[in-house]
């Protein structure tokens, strides 16, 4: 698997629902972001967690993270429709260049109405 | 305060021609990023830059692709004699100088490449 792997691939769900999305890397961190990508557009930062901190919240949005798991969550509680789009995360490295973010393949959430 | 701009967001181009890409980081920021997004994949780093400063320029093809933020004036990608696999997303994003959230990168709409 790749550094910044998402899982699932797809979600659907129903209006209200919540949403976990599942977020997988390989290398230490310093800190893992989460962005949102509505179909053809451009990536809309959501939240960043460090690697000293836990569980970090923004309105209907909970990041976790586990730094000896290496993984974090994004759950979206109370969905809209309006929350349909891709979401990634992206993680830089530690060990090397700071900066340089690797994205996963993002999961898919679909919320119907 | 305006986001990231890019333009133009979308461009067509056939094989062999060159593609110009421009870039204008949120104010207050020097530091321009590019990534790549080909169909169904996330995000790939191509170069970073600061004004007139390449900093790192490790994930951009060694021939054809090339990368400045000049004193003045937008990031320009630019790749010469464009190839069908060049057809992707390209999206340029831009982090502050100092202070509070240098870690974040705020990304522009993109520019959707098509090489026919």
């Known amino acids: 698997s790749q550094q910044g792997e998402e899982d699932p691939q797809a979600l659907s769900i129903q209006e209200g629902e919540n949403a976990t999305m599942n977020c997988s890397y390989k290398t230490s961190i310093n800190n893992l972001q989460w962005y949102r990508q509505n179909s053809g557009r451009g990536l809309v930062h959501l939240i960043l967690?460090?690697?000293?901190?836990r569980e970090k919240h923004s309105g209907r949005l909970r990041v976790t993270l586990d730094t000896s798991k290496k993984s974090s969550s994004l759950l979206i509680t109370a969905s809209r429709a309006a929350d349909t789009a891709s979401y990634f995360c992206a993680t830089d490295n530690s060990g090397g260049s700071n900066y340089k973010l690797t994205f996963g393949k993002g999961t898919l959430l679909t919320v119907n109405p | 305060n305006a986001g990231v701009m890019q333009n133009p967001r979308h461009l067509v181009r056939r094989r062999g021609q060159e593609a110009r890409l421009r870039c204008s980081p949120m104010k207050g920021h020097s530091h321009v990023y590019w990534y790549r997004q080909l169909p169904e994949e996330g995000l790939k780093f191509m170069v970073y830059?600061?004004?007139?400063?390449?900093?790192?320029e490790s994930g951009m093809p060694k021939e054809r692709f090339s990368a400045e933020f000049p004193k003045e004036g937008p990031s320009i990608l630019r790749i010469q004699q464009v190839v069908r696999g060049d057809s992707a997303a390209y999206f340029c994003a831009s982090s502050p100088n100092v202070g509070i959230g240098t870690d974040t990168q705020y990304f522009g709409p993109g520019t959707r490449l098509t090489v026919l």
């Open positions: 967690i460090r690697s000293n901190e």
């Open positions: 830059l600061q004004k007139e400063n390449i900093i790192d």
